[in-house]
Protein backbone atom coordinates (compact mmCIF):
# COMPACT_ATOMS: atom_id res chain seq x y z
CA UNK A 1 0.00 0.00 0.00
CA UNK A 2 0.72 3.07 -0.55
CA UNK A 3 2.17 5.59 2.84
CA UNK A 4 3.52 9.22 2.73
CA UNK A 5 5.73 10.90 5.37
CA UNK A 6 6.57 14.23 6.19
CA UNK A 7 9.19 15.37 8.48
CA UNK A 8 9.69 17.19 10.86
CA UNK A 9 6.58 17.21 12.13
CA UNK A 10 7.26 20.13 14.18
CA UNK A 11 9.43 23.02 13.82
CA UNK A 12 10.00 26.21 15.55
CA UNK A 13 12.28 28.68 13.88
CA UNK A 14 13.57 32.64 14.24
CA UNK A 15 13.09 34.85 11.16
CA UNK A 16 15.64 34.99 8.94
CA UNK A 17 16.66 31.20 9.40
CA UNK A 18 16.83 28.73 6.21
CA UNK A 19 14.02 25.96 6.10
CA UNK A 20 13.64 22.54 4.44
CA UNK A 21 10.66 20.44 4.81
CA UNK A 22 10.80 16.78 2.85
CA UNK A 23 7.76 15.03 2.40
CA UNK A 24 8.47 11.08 1.03
CA UNK A 25 6.29 8.77 -0.92
CA UNK A 26 6.05 4.71 -0.43
CA UNK A 27 4.21 2.50 -2.60
CA UNK A 28 3.70 4.45 -6.03
CA UNK A 29 5.76 5.45 -8.75
CA UNK A 30 5.59 8.66 -10.74
CA UNK A 31 3.15 10.47 -8.57
CA UNK A 32 1.81 14.17 -8.70
CA UNK A 33 3.58 15.58 -5.55
CA UNK A 34 2.06 18.99 -3.84
CA UNK A 35 2.81 21.17 -1.20
CA UNK A 36 -0.35 23.63 0.80
CA UNK A 37 -0.31 25.86 3.39
CA UNK A 38 -2.89 25.93 5.93
CA UNK A 39 -2.62 28.99 7.91
CA UNK A 40 -4.40 29.74 11.09
CA UNK A 41 -8.17 29.27 10.93
CA UNK A 42 -7.94 29.38 7.52
CA UNK A 43 -7.85 27.01 4.40
CA UNK A 44 -5.58 25.30 2.49
CA UNK A 45 -3.57 27.56 -0.07
CA UNK A 46 -1.73 25.80 -2.52
CA UNK A 47 1.75 26.33 -2.88
CA UNK A 48 3.51 24.11 -5.04
CA UNK A 49 3.03 20.92 -7.26
CA UNK A 50 5.11 18.82 -9.39
CA UNK A 51 4.33 15.90 -12.25
CA UNK A 52 7.73 14.96 -12.46
CA UNK A 53 11.40 14.95 -11.54
CA UNK A 54 12.53 18.57 -11.99
CA UNK A 55 9.24 19.73 -12.92
CA UNK A 56 8.20 22.27 -10.28
CA UNK A 57 4.93 24.78 -10.97
CA UNK A 58 4.63 27.78 -8.31
CA UNK A 59 1.47 28.67 -7.65
CA UNK A 60 1.77 31.90 -5.19
CA UNK A 61 4.85 33.92 -5.07
CA UNK A 62 6.45 34.11 -2.23
CA UNK A 63 10.30 33.43 -0.32
CA UNK A 64 9.28 29.96 -0.61
CA UNK A 65 10.85 27.09 -3.05
CA UNK A 66 10.26 23.65 -3.79
CA UNK A 67 12.33 20.65 -5.53
CA UNK A 68 12.03 17.19 -6.66
CA UNK A 69 15.13 15.38 -6.92
CA UNK A 70 13.72 12.07 -6.57
CA UNK A 71 10.67 10.50 -7.98
CA UNK A 72 9.30 10.24 -4.65
CA UNK A 73 10.29 13.18 -3.04
CA UNK A 74 9.29 16.24 -2.74
CA UNK A 75 11.40 19.24 -0.68
CA UNK A 76 9.83 22.79 0.43
CA UNK A 77 12.43 25.42 1.18
CA UNK A 78 13.56 28.71 2.22
CA UNK A 79 16.66 30.81 2.30
CA UNK A 80 15.24 33.17 4.76
CA UNK A 81 12.04 32.70 6.68
CA UNK A 82 9.59 35.19 7.58
CA UNK A 83 6.76 35.30 10.01
CA UNK A 84 4.08 35.11 7.41
CA UNK A 85 5.67 31.61 6.76
CA UNK A 86 4.27 30.37 10.18
CA UNK A 87 1.76 27.79 9.34
CA UNK A 88 1.04 24.30 9.27
CA UNK A 89 2.19 22.81 5.89
CA UNK A 90 0.97 19.82 4.24
CA UNK A 91 2.30 17.31 1.24
CA UNK A 92 0.20 15.63 -0.83
CA UNK A 93 0.13 12.71 -3.50
CA UNK A 94 -1.71 12.09 -6.33
CA UNK A 95 -1.72 8.84 -8.42
CA UNK A 96 -1.42 8.67 -12.35
CA UNK A 97 -4.66 9.21 -13.54
CA UNK A 98 -6.34 9.29 -10.42
CA UNK A 99 -8.53 12.33 -9.07
CA UNK A 100 -7.73 12.45 -5.23
CA UNK A 101 -5.06 13.81 -3.54
CA UNK A 102 -3.65 11.61 -0.05
CA UNK A 103 -1.84 13.70 2.60
CA UNK A 104 0.81 13.51 4.93
CA UNK A 105 0.60 13.95 8.54
CA UNK A 106 1.61 17.50 8.06
CA UNK A 107 4.21 19.75 9.62
CA UNK A 108 3.48 22.74 11.75
CA UNK A 109 6.33 25.91 11.40
CA UNK A 110 6.01 28.56 13.74
CA UNK A 111 8.83 31.39 13.03
CA UNK A 112 9.47 33.57 15.64
CA UNK B 1 -10.82 29.86 -12.40
CA UNK B 2 -12.94 27.31 -9.97
CA UNK B 3 -13.42 28.32 -6.62
CA UNK B 4 -15.10 26.78 -3.54
CA UNK B 5 -17.39 28.28 -0.85
CA UNK B 6 -18.46 26.72 2.29
CA UNK B 7 -20.88 29.35 3.73
CA UNK B 8 -20.77 27.99 7.02
CA UNK B 9 -17.30 28.46 9.33
CA UNK B 10 -18.80 27.05 12.30
CA UNK B 11 -21.78 24.79 13.14
CA UNK B 12 -22.69 22.63 16.51
CA UNK B 13 -24.74 20.11 16.66
CA UNK B 14 -25.87 17.92 19.55
CA UNK B 15 -24.66 14.15 19.52
CA UNK B 16 -27.02 11.58 17.79
CA UNK B 17 -28.56 14.86 15.79
CA UNK B 18 -28.89 14.86 11.35
CA UNK B 19 -25.93 17.11 9.92
CA UNK B 20 -25.79 18.85 6.46
CA UNK B 21 -22.31 20.78 5.86
CA UNK B 22 -23.44 23.06 2.86
CA UNK B 23 -20.48 23.25 -0.28
CA UNK B 24 -21.43 25.70 -3.62
CA UNK B 25 -18.63 25.28 -6.15
CA UNK B 26 -17.58 27.60 -8.91
CA UNK B 27 -16.51 26.06 -12.46
CA UNK B 28 -17.67 25.80 -15.95
CA UNK B 29 -18.33 22.19 -16.37
CA UNK B 30 -18.83 19.63 -13.96
CA UNK B 31 -15.73 18.74 -11.93
CA UNK B 32 -14.25 16.35 -9.62
CA UNK B 33 -15.73 16.68 -6.01
CA UNK B 34 -14.42 16.00 -2.52
CA UNK B 35 -14.87 15.94 0.80
CA UNK B 36 -11.98 15.64 3.54
CA UNK B 37 -11.78 15.42 7.62
CA UNK B 38 -9.48 17.08 9.35
CA UNK B 39 -8.92 16.48 12.99
CA UNK B 40 -7.02 18.96 14.90
CA UNK B 41 -3.06 18.71 14.16
CA UNK B 42 -3.72 15.87 11.80
CA UNK B 43 -3.52 15.80 7.83
CA UNK B 44 -6.60 15.67 5.77
CA UNK B 45 -8.30 12.20 5.33
CA UNK B 46 -10.58 11.55 2.18
CA UNK B 47 -14.45 10.92 3.00
CA UNK B 48 -15.96 10.28 -0.35
CA UNK B 49 -15.54 11.94 -4.00
CA UNK B 50 -17.68 12.39 -6.89
CA UNK B 51 -16.73 12.14 -10.99
CA UNK B 52 -19.45 10.79 -12.68
CA UNK B 53 -22.69 9.10 -12.17
CA UNK B 54 -24.89 8.29 -9.58
CA UNK B 55 -25.26 12.13 -7.96
CA UNK B 56 -25.46 10.64 -4.16
CA UNK B 57 -22.07 8.84 -3.30
CA UNK B 58 -21.45 7.27 0.17
CA UNK B 59 -18.22 8.05 2.28
CA UNK B 60 -16.61 6.53 5.09
CA UNK B 61 -18.01 7.09 8.55
CA UNK B 62 -21.20 7.44 7.80
CA UNK B 63 -21.69 9.92 5.41
CA UNK B 64 -22.84 10.54 1.90
CA UNK B 65 -23.21 13.58 0.00
CA UNK B 66 -25.41 14.57 -2.91
CA UNK B 67 -23.78 16.63 -6.15
CA UNK B 68 -26.83 19.20 -7.54
CA UNK B 69 -25.54 20.43 -11.09
CA UNK B 70 -28.87 22.73 -10.99
CA UNK B 71 -27.42 24.45 -7.75
CA UNK B 72 -23.50 23.84 -8.25
CA UNK B 73 -24.16 22.44 -4.56
CA UNK B 74 -22.12 18.79 -3.38
CA UNK B 75 -23.76 19.06 0.66
CA UNK B 76 -22.36 16.79 3.09
CA UNK B 77 -24.57 15.15 4.98
CA UNK B 78 -24.71 12.21 7.80
CA UNK B 79 -27.94 11.09 9.77
CA UNK B 80 -26.76 10.34 13.52
CA UNK B 81 -23.45 12.36 14.24
CA UNK B 82 -20.80 10.96 16.87
CA UNK B 83 -19.19 13.17 19.23
CA UNK B 84 -15.58 11.73 17.20
CA UNK B 85 -16.91 13.71 13.97
CA UNK B 86 -15.86 16.59 16.32
CA UNK B 87 -13.11 18.07 13.03
CA UNK B 88 -12.84 20.35 10.50
CA UNK B 89 -14.49 19.46 7.17
CA UNK B 90 -13.23 20.42 3.99
CA UNK B 91 -14.89 20.38 0.25
CA UNK B 92 -12.50 20.58 -2.43
CA UNK B 93 -13.20 20.39 -6.29
CA UNK B 94 -10.73 19.86 -8.83
CA UNK B 95 -10.60 20.26 -13.21
CA UNK B 96 -11.13 16.21 -14.88
CA UNK B 97 -8.79 17.55 -17.65
CA UNK B 98 -5.07 18.50 -17.22
CA UNK B 99 -2.02 16.27 -15.81
CA UNK B 100 -2.07 18.51 -12.38
CA UNK B 101 -5.25 18.10 -11.38
CA UNK B 102 -4.43 20.54 -8.64
CA UNK B 103 -7.32 20.39 -5.84
CA UNK B 104 -9.08 23.57 -4.50
CA UNK B 105 -10.20 23.85 -1.30
CA UNK B 106 -13.11 25.68 0.41
CA UNK B 107 -12.52 27.58 3.93
CA UNK B 108 -13.68 24.81 5.92
CA UNK B 109 -16.35 24.45 8.79
CA UNK B 110 -15.83 23.34 11.94
CA UNK B 111 -18.13 20.60 13.59
CA UNK B 112 -18.58 20.88 17.40
CA UNK B 113 -20.65 18.06 18.70
CA UNK B 114 -22.26 18.72 21.94
CA UNK B 115 -23.17 15.56 24.53
Known amino acids: SQTIHQWPATLVQPVGSPLSLECTVE??????LYWYRQAAGRGLQLLFY??????ISSEVPQNLSASRPQDRQFILSSKKLLLSDSGFYLC???????????FGEGSRLTVL | AQSVTQPDIHITVSEGASLELRCNYS??????LFWYVQSPGQGLQLLLK??????LVQGIKGFEAEFKRSQSSFNLRKPSVHWSDAAEYFC?????????????FGSGTQLTVLP
Open chain 1, 27 to 32: GTSNPN
Open chain 2, 27 to 32: YGATPY
Open chain 1, 92 to 102: AWRGEGAGELF
Open chain 2, 50 to 55: YFSGDT
Open chain 1, 50 to 55: SVGIGQ
Open chain 2, 92 to 104: AVASPSGSARQLT
